[in-house]
């Protein structure tokens, strides 16, 4: 992988010149830790951390908490219920800037990369079958666009009835990618405005929130007739036969950035030695569950399997991480790289993966109105902590869990540009407006709400 030679706006980093990255011994401010998640694949390195003892290896003694709902998830975290948890990328940085709950949140660590998928309702299916390009062995030709979708929203339309689709959390990756990818086939996935905070303003599809283990459900209740979702929750669709998944993230944007482990600033403040060592055990668990070419996801998806971690079957969780994901019922595709909790730098917390969640929130108008480029680089700053990360890492390799280029270090934090979008935009972490401005639907420039409705 490659990096962008450093910038003046970002900060240097504490690569491996603190005490700790000499080998000192540390011990935790605070050892008796609760930790909160949602029933998702990707809380796995949470899981793999506790069971495999890599948090007791360290001094903590953690306990794991599932909650029902990511607005639940987060004030656990922020009233100190909870003292870190498995979180949507959005949420530490939507807290921070003050949409929704305000509260300023920090991750030192990136959860994982890609796992999302969107999945449509038989009927649905059926009706976009007909758009879709398919091979010589009448396979549908993969990856499929949301212009499939325009005529059946248009019949759903026709017919007097509105198109829905759920998602889990306004600021959650499924939000964005969800739209990304309607807006991609030119359908219109709507804004929100400080007055208006549905996200439904002008939208050709309705969006609503929904808690992921209940998707399937709401979507064979007729609820919604798709949505967007971790897994196990897309697989759930096909193994129940009342959906079909259309795209993953994958797809959507090829190594993604998806789950984070938040904190608050004040208890990494006060508690510094204890989110080194809790970033350590996560960094262990993703090397773990990646090693050996993904050897040890069958233990995984029997971890993650017991009732008290994700709780689906475990055929269901195998299905998508080890390597394989299940679109149309029986068309099993090869994506070696849905799950990915290591490679690829997965674990670091990288400012342009903050950035481009940021962007996503001006394009829908969750943040209302223009910001400058140094604003979205002073808010990624703020919320992301890979000084925290790469004091962890040099950890790991001085106990011999890895080696440096594990890790990347000598990075400002910002990817090369990338053009491994669905629909071919190039992304830019250092020029946040100038993408912005590059996508066809959604606030542009000084646009608002209002402005667009003044025309």
Not at 164 to 184: C, D, I, K, Q
Not at 257 to 283: D, Y
Not at 328 to 335: A, L, P
Not at 378 to 383: I, P, R, T
């Amino acid at each position: 992988m490659t990096f962008k030679k450093p910038i003046a706006i970002v900060a240097s980093l504490f690569m491996s010149t603190s005490a700790f990255a000499q080998g000192e011994m540390i011990f935790p401010e605070i050892d008796e830790l609760t930790f909160g998640f949602i029933k998702l694949t990707d809380m796995a390195p949470l899981a793999v951390a506790y069971e495999l003892g890599y948090f007791e290896d360290e001094g903590l003694y953690v306990t794991l908490e599932p909650q029902a709902n990511w607005k639940v998830l987060l004030d656990g975290v922020i009233d100190g219920n909870l003292h870190g948890a498995h979180m949507l990328a959005g949420q530490p940085l939507a807290a921070t800037i003050g949409y929704g709950t305000e509260a300023h949140i920090v991750t030192p660590f990136s959860m994982d990369l890609n796992g999302n998928g969107i999945t449509v309702s038989n009927e649905v299916w059926d009706m976009m079958k007909p758009h879709i390009p398919h091979d010589a062995d009448g396979k549908p030709i993969h990856p499929i666009s949301a212009e499939a979708l325009v005529p059946v929203v248009e019949e759903f339309n026709n017919q007097g009835e509105s198109f829905r689709m759920g998602m889990v959390f306004p600021v959650s990756t499924h939000n964005y990618e969800l739209r990304y990818w309607l807006a991609a086939g030119g359908l219109h996935p709507g804004l929100y405005s400080p007055e208006n905070t549905t996200g439904q303003i002008d939208a050709d599809v309705l969006l609503s929130v929904t808690p992921p283990p209940q998707m399937p459900a709401t979507m064979e209740a007729g609820t919604i007739h798709g949505y967007c979702v971790g897994e196990p929750w897309n697989q759930q669709a096909v193994f129940k036969g009342i959906g079909v998944p259309v795209i993953t993230d994958y797809q959507i944007w090829k190594n993604n950035p998806e789950k984070v482990f938040g904190m608050t600033a004040e208890f990494v403040e006060e508690n510094p030695n204890t989110a080194l060592l809790v970033t350590k055990a996560l960094i262990r668990a993703a090397i773990w569950l990646d090693e050996n070419d993904n050897a040890n996801r069958p233990e995984a998806v029997e971890i993650l399997s017991r009732p008290n971690y994700v709780g689906a079957d475990a055929d269901v969780i195998a299905a998508s991480m080890t390597g394989t994901f299940e679109f149309e019922k029986g068309d099993v595709r090869d994506i070696p790289d849905f799950n990915v909790f290591f490679r690829h730098y997965a674990t670091y917390p990288f400012y342009s993966d903050a950035i481009w969640y940021l962007t996503q929130m001006r394009r829908w108008g969750q943040i209302p109105e223009a910001k400058d480029d140094q604003w979205y680089f002073d808010v990624a700053e703020k919320v992301y902590r890979p000084d925290i990360y790469m004091q962890a890492a040099q950890m790991v390799i001085d106990a011999g869990y890895a080696s440096a280029e594990d890790f990347p270090f000598g990075t400002n934090g910002f990817k090369e540009p990338t053009n491994a979008f669905l629909d071919g935009v190039t992304y830019d972490g250092t020029q946040p407006n100038a993408y912005i401005n590059s996508l066809t639907i959604g606030l542009s420039g000084v646009e608002t709400v209002s402005s667009l409705a003044a025309q």
